[in-house]
Nanobody, 119 residues
């Protein structure tokens, strides 16, 4: 599966953005999906995941209550709604297929999308 993230941009602290990740292929609904992010010089970190039918979601502690992951299997797309953004959310965001129970990514990283939050 090939993944393409989009929707990043520049926003002020406290603002919102919605990221999208479009997937190729006809088996999108078979995959658990996740969002990750990476700051320069740091390891990529897990942000959120959603199970293949959308019923269960997971979040890293720093985004709980601010970010919401969702998916539309008819559109082969997973979303990340980011509210109350903070300057420390300024990184490149990537999407990936993930596996249970580890939520580790199992697809090659496509092009990420840059989010910049100004203070």
């Amino acid at each position: 599966v090939q993944l393409q993230a989009s929707g990043g941009g520049l926003v002020q602290a406290g603002g919102s953005l919605r990221l999208s990740c479009a997937a190729s292929g006809r088996t999108f609904s078979s995959y658990h999906m996740g969002w990750f992010r990476q700051a320069p010089g740091k390891e990529r970190e897990f942000v959120a995941a959603i199970m293949r039918l959308g019923g269960t979601t997971y979040y890293t502690d720093s985004v709980k209550g601010r970010f919401t992951i969702s998916r539309d299997n008819a559109k082969n797309t997973v979303y990340l709604q980011m509210n109350n953004l903070r300057p420390e959310d300024t990184v490149v965001y990537y999407c990936a297929v993930v596996i249970m129970p580890t939520l580790n990514p199992v697809t090659s990283w496509g092009q990420g999308t840059q989010v910049t939050v100004s203070s």
